[in-house]
């Protein structure tokens, strides 16, 4: 599967956050990196939807669909800012 | 309240095809009208979704290449393997409806009131929502100078050929076509690199807003060249999509 950035998850995250994400920061809970969801990498060959940080690959979201219903886990985030990265 | 749109809340809805054409033999622009569309910024996205008569669906994003204000719009390059893209491109026709949802999106966005200048890099595909940033420049009045670079491989995989040629004051085009040139080619023939973006690149004391979209490596290679360029690393906006190889 090719590598694709979190701004093609824009509407999934705007879905479940009732927000636009890609602009948030997100820290990465493994290596402290933070980085706007846009510039993070998105995976979707799999089973749901794998956002990782691009610094040390770790996983920082994933959203599958069981039901018609999103399972959100963003165990891989210490903290999602929406005001976005500083400057 | 059931079928009332609320404000802020994204919901699918039908759009119809009102025009599209080819840009080269693998992708096409089509042309929708939304029925309650809340207005874009050039650089977002829509969601397109197809749905197969077993109920199975796939959903795909696209950059919008139109500007705001301007019919909706996607640029769609033909995936052979893709499950959503040889549709687009192959079957859909004008006055078919399309489940879509949009727009979508925040970061790689560009409006007048942001400035520049603004140096613009395109890998293939990749230049869609550049356009969409241009034509919103001509739209909005902005006189923000531009420097657009463009890689493609052949003269026949250049999407938007026509209304790139097309002179704008402020705005300059710089092609780079990495494996087939046309006779008599006076543009770049290799794939951008650090000395190529030396040379189309606004120097980094103008203080430029960089917007680079392609396929990974591409983008890799143009963020991380700009930036040792110093270049303001909060100034340069990536896209990247698979795409199809190299360019």
Known sequence: MDELDGNR????????FGAEMTTAAATCASCGSVAPIGESDLYLGGPGTVIRCRTCTSILIVITQVRGMNCVDLMGMRALDTEGTPG | M???????????????????????????????DVPSWTGHRA???LDVRLTAEDGYSAERSYSIASAAGE?????????DDGEVSPYLTDEL????????????GGYF???????????LVGGGSGIVPLRAILRERERAGSDVPVRLLYSARTPSDLIYRDELAIHRDGVEVFYTLTRE???????????VDRPLLA???????????????????FVEIVASGLVALDYQPDRVKTERFGGTGER
Request: aromatic share 6%.
């Open chain 1, 9 to 16: 998850a824009a509407g999934l995250l705007q879905e479940v």
């Open chain 2, 2 to 32: 059931e079928g009332t749109a609320v404000p802020g809340r994204l919901t699918w809805q039908v759009a119809t095809v009102t025009a599209a054409r080819w840009e080269t033999p693998s992708v096409r622009t089509i042309e929708l």
């Open chain 2, 43 to 45: 650089g977002q996205h």
């Open chain 2, 71 to 79: 019919q909706v719009a996607i640029t769609v390059e033909r995936l």
């Open chain 2, 93 to 104: 026709r004008v006055g078919d409806q399309l489940e879509m949802r949009g727009p979508v």
């Open chain 2, 109 to 119: 966005v560009w409006e007048a009131a942001d400035g520049g200048p603004l140096i």
């Open chain 2, 181 to 191: 040139q046309p006779a008599g080619w006076a543009g770049y023939t290799r794939r």
């Open chain 2, 199 to 217: 040379e189309t690149a606004w120097p980094a004391g103008k203080n430029p807003l960089a917007f680079v979209c392609g396929p990974t490596s």
